[in-house]
């Protein structure tokens, strides 16, 4: 099993760009969630989904859309990049929201 | 808003030593979490507590969750130095929410 995939690895941007962070897995899960972390921040939800069709805001949503058009596939979207939103972005996925999440190893995004 | 604080943000010890990091909320956590991650990354899960005053012990890490579920700590007994990572705690405050993290605990166990 791959788990969560997450690409690109690594991203450089320039600010008003748009690009979209590719987040997939291959368990079956119900359950995905997009997370920034930042230094001295920890991980900060953006934005997550309870099945296919269905998703909703987290902590720090503006910036940012997702859509769940499958169950394996949970696209992040930065509509117009901005230097505040260089961070390490992290997918999760999860069987049920009170089960342990296993997350991508994450896409390092520089907005210059 | 950060609702789940961590404690001590940065740690330093020499192997054999023990230690304890604790997670702390003014509400109650339906659920609790606690992750490690290494550089470069993601997390990876290490327990899940649901219950007040639940002890779970996984080899050196023993994990307490307070009885009124507004707490929890990790104790680690005889560091060694594949201890080292950030520790994150994530808590849910109602069943079926989504989990928020702490800004959690970077360790650094010396050889």
């Known amino acids: 099993n791959a788990g969560v995939t997450q690409t690109p690895k690594f991203q450089v941007l320039k600010t008003g760009q748009s690009m979209t962070l590719q987040c997939a897995q291959d368990?079956?899960?119900?359950?995905m969630s997009w997370y920034r972390q930042d230094p001295g921040m920890g991980l900060r939800l953006i934005h997550y989904?309870?099945?296919?069709?269905?998703?909703d805001q987290g902590e720090v949503p503006n910036g940012y859309n997702v859509s769940r058009s499958t169950t394996e596939d949970f696209p992040l979207r930065l509509l117009s990049a901005a230097p505040s939103q260089t961070s390490v972005y992290f997918c999760?996925?999860?069987?049920?929201?009170?089960?342990?999440?296993?997350f991508g190893s994450g896409t390092r995004l520089t907005v210059v | 808003t950060q609702l789940l604080e961590q404690s001590p943000q940065f740690l330093s010890i020499q192997e054999g030593e023990n230690l304890t990091v604790y997670c702390n909320s003014s509400?109650?956590?339906?659920?609790l979490q606690w992750y490690r991650q290494e550089p470069g990354e993601g997390p990876v899960l290490l327990v899940t507590?649901?219950?007040?005053?639940e002890v779970k012990k996984l080899k050196r890490l023993t994990f307490q969750f307070g009885d009124a579920r507004k707490d929890s700590s990790l104790h680690i007994t005889a560091a060694q130095p594949g201890d080292t990572g950030l520790y994150l705690c994530?808590?849910?405050?109602?069943?079926?929410?989504?989990?928020?993290f702490g800004t959690g605990t970077s360790l650094t166990v010396i050889p």
């Open positions: 368990m079956n899960h119900e359950y």
């Open positions: 994530a808590g849910a405050w109602n069943t079926g929410n989504q989990f928020y």
């Open positions: 999760a996925s999860s069987y049920f929201s009170d089960y342990g999440y296993t």
């Open positions: 507590v649901v219950t007040g005053g």
């Open positions: 509400s109650v956590f339906s659920s």
């Open positions: 989904s309870v099945g296919a069709g269905i998703t």
